[in-house]
């Protein structure tokens, strides 16, 4: 099955920009996934990506695609003490039987320091 | 409401006692999924529901655990003889439908600790 990986931890300066990787393992998935989760709340998406896509680029936000290599990244620019949180890559594929799990990979903790 | 709920926020439970969570996804949302994460770990998958369809269950982890959704809306998943093991922070999600871009949108979790 599918198997999504992503390092543990990054710690940046406030006003670096922040680079997030992710690799998945299956090639047929068709949406991937960007979400925060800050401390006590639930996952919020920040914004996804079709496969068809090399980049997708939303106001700070940068996603990077290489299908070939099954390797995600999200770019934050101008990374502000507010954007520390664990942030969770998804990969979503398809079934014929039209439910499509989304496969998780184990978060990246991002520390912005002053 | 708003956002998808889920309640209690936390339950501290005895091994071997049951306990039922509780999710109430957005209003209109057709697709209700159960998640689980441990400490250190990403989600896992636990369960799917879709309108009246049977329930994707393929991600319960053993038969202590079950879900239901009355009316196709309320779900509450029960964890009977709860273990240790079962302590997690168990997450659930709400989507229009389940068409590649409908978004899954989560619910706060529920804290679950097994003493």
């Known amino acids: 099955g599918e198997d999504v990986e992503q390092s543990l931890f990054l710690s940046v300066r406030e006003g670096d920009s922040s680079v997030i990787n992710c690799t998945y393992t299956d090639s047929s998935s068709t949406y991937l996934y960007w979400y925060k989760q800050e401390p006590g709340a639930g996952l919020q998406l920040l914004t996804y990506i079709f496969s068809n896509m090399d980049m997708k680029q939303d106001q700070r936000l940068t996603v990077l695609l290489n299908k070939k290599d099954k390797h995600l990244s999200l770019r934050i620019a101008d990374t502000q003490t507010g954007d520390s949180a664990i942030y969770f890559c998804a990969a979503k594929g398809w079934r014929d039987t039209g439910f499509q799990k989304l496969v998780f990979g184990t978060g990246t903790r991002l520390l912005v320091s002053p | 409401g708003a956002g998808v709920s889920q309640s209690p926020s936390n339950k501290v439970t005895e091994k071997g006692k049951d306990v039922e969570l509780r999710c109430d996804p957005i209003?209109?949302?057709?697709?209700l999924y159960w998640y689980r994460q441990s400490l250190g770990q990403g989600l896992e998958f636990l369960i799917y529901f879709q309108g009246n369809s049977a329930p994707d269950k393929s991600g319960l982890p053993s038969d202590r655990f079950s879900a239901e959704r009355t009316g196709g809306s309320v779900s509450t998943l029960t964890i009977q003889r709860t273990q240790q093991e079962d302590s997690a922070v168990y997450l659930c999600a709400s989507s229009p439908g389940t068409s590649g871009t409908d978004t899954q949108y989560f619910g706060p979790g529920t804290r679950l600790t097994v003493l």
């Open positions: 209003s209109g949302h057709t697709a």
